[in-house]
């Protein structure tokens, strides 16, 4: 009989984000840049900042001189023109050219200051409409793309092959995400420019204070989506920043995913809503699926923690803290 004897041990993988790095979150204030940069802090890093107020990310100028001053170790590029299908219909001049005009700016700031690392934020949106399902990394420019948001993820698409492109000509150590449908603290609940669920989670309550009835919501309710909690975003991060460095983007999200008929019903659960639900199938459903294939990211052995009910009542609970309800 032979035993198997263990072998000698593993040594750890080299972390490319040193200890304590000097990172920009470009766009710490909105809900993705807000979840890294807890993430970052959390984790020992020194977190640089620099609201829109004092620094305009469009402007390329501006841009270098600041990164050329504080000179950090490594990017997050969160910083974008965002929101769902409403705002990107009837602003598309605005989200190709703000996001150009944004990764333009820093990314090429970025490599001027000389910092080592770069993690570029894009958005499954970047996908042909019909892609198959689940959405390999491989599926990017092999068709068309959905029209309701084709602006912004040609913007998007731009960003990938930049990143790409430095990594080619000057050996660039820079990487780029491609997050699914995100939520959490921190999200717009603006309902003429917010993404899917913070627009329901405000519908439902406001329905509910109201007394209505019914709420009538946009599309038949039967494509599909999937969605991440903020912080799981940002976790996948940070392990990408210390683990990944390779031409190809990163698919991020959880692997899972529901219609939005089945969404509104754990929504309205999570507000207590009674109500009916009505559909307007007159208006867009989108893209009928978008489902990531998140295996690459998987190896690197990133897994969602955060379920989406439970994400979704934290939300929930947030944004009445901030109405001050």
């Known amino acids: 009989m032979t035993t198997d004897l263990p072998g000698p041990p593993q040594e750890p993988v080299p972390s490319l984000l040193r200890p304590g790095a000097r990172v920009f979150v470009a766009g710490h204030r909105g809900l993705v840049g807000s979840a890294v940069a807890r993430r970052l802090t959390a984790e020992g890093h020194d977190v640089i900042t620099c609201g829109r107020d004092?620094?305009?990310?469009?402007?390329?100028?501006?841009?270098?001189?600041?990164?050329?001053?504080?000179?950090?170790?490594?990017?997050?590029?969160?910083?974008?023109?965002?929101?769902?299908?409403?705002?990107?219909?009837?602003?598309?001049?605005?989200?190709?050219?703000?996001?150009?005009?944004?990764?333009?700016?820093?990314?090429?700031?970025?490599?001027?200051?000389?910092?080592?690392r770069l993690l570029f934020l894009g958005s499954s949106c970047?996908?042909?409409?019909?892609?198959?399902?689940?959405?390999?990394?491989?599926?990017?420019?092999?068709?068309?793309?959905?029209?309701?948001?084709?602006?912004?993820?040609?913007?998007?698409i731009a960003g990938i092959v930049q990143i790409q492109s430095y990594r080619h000509q000057y050996g660039a150590s820079?990487?780029?995400?491609?997050?699914?449908?995100?939520?959490?603290?921190?999200?717009?609940?603006?309902?003429?420019?917010?993404?899917?669920?913070?627009?329901?989670?405000?519908?439902?309550?406001?329905?509910r204070h109201r007394g209505a009835p019914a709420v009538t919501l946009w599309g038949s309710g039967n494509p599909r989506r999937e969605f991440l909690h903020v912080d799981d975003l940002a976790a996948a991060c940070v392990l990408l920043l210390e683990r990944y460095d390779e031409d190809a983007p990163v698919n991020v999200g959880s692997g899972e995913d529901l219609t939005i008929r089945e969404l509104a019903s754990v929504v309205g659960d999570v507000t207590s809503y009674q109500g009916e639900v009505v559909w307007d199938t007159a208006k867009p459903d989108g893209t009928p699926r978008k489902l990531?294939?998140?295996?690459?990211?998987?190896?690197?052995?990133?897994?969602?923690?955060?379920?989406?009910?439970?994400g979704i009542a934290g939300t929930y609970s947030w944004w009445l803290r901030q109405r001050g309800a």
């Open 54 to 116: 004092r620094l305009d990310l469009r402007d390329a100028e501006r841009t270098a001189a600041f990164l050329r001053r504080t000179h950090p170790d490594a990017v997050v590029l969160a910083a974008a023109r965002v929101g769902g299908i409403m705002a990107n219909s009837t602003y598309p001049v605005q989200f190709i050219e703000d996001n150009l005009r944004i990764q333009l700016s820093v990314i090429a700031g970025a490599h001027a200051a000389g910092t080592e």
């Open 174 to 207: 820079y990487i780029s995400a491609m997050p699914t449908n995100l939520y959490g603290p921190g999200d717009s609940f603006d309902l003429e420019t917010s993404h899917v669920l913070p627009a329901l989670i405000r519908r439902f309550h406001e329905a």
């Open 126 to 156: 970047i996908y042909p409409k019909l892609a198959p399902q689940p959405i390999p990394e491989s599926a990017l420019l092999t068709g068309p793309l959905e029209p309701t948001n084709e602006a912004y993820a040609l913007a998007k």
């Open 292 to 310: 990531l294939d998140v295996s690459r990211l998987a190896a690197l052995g990133f897994k969602p923690r955060i379920a989406l009910r439970e």
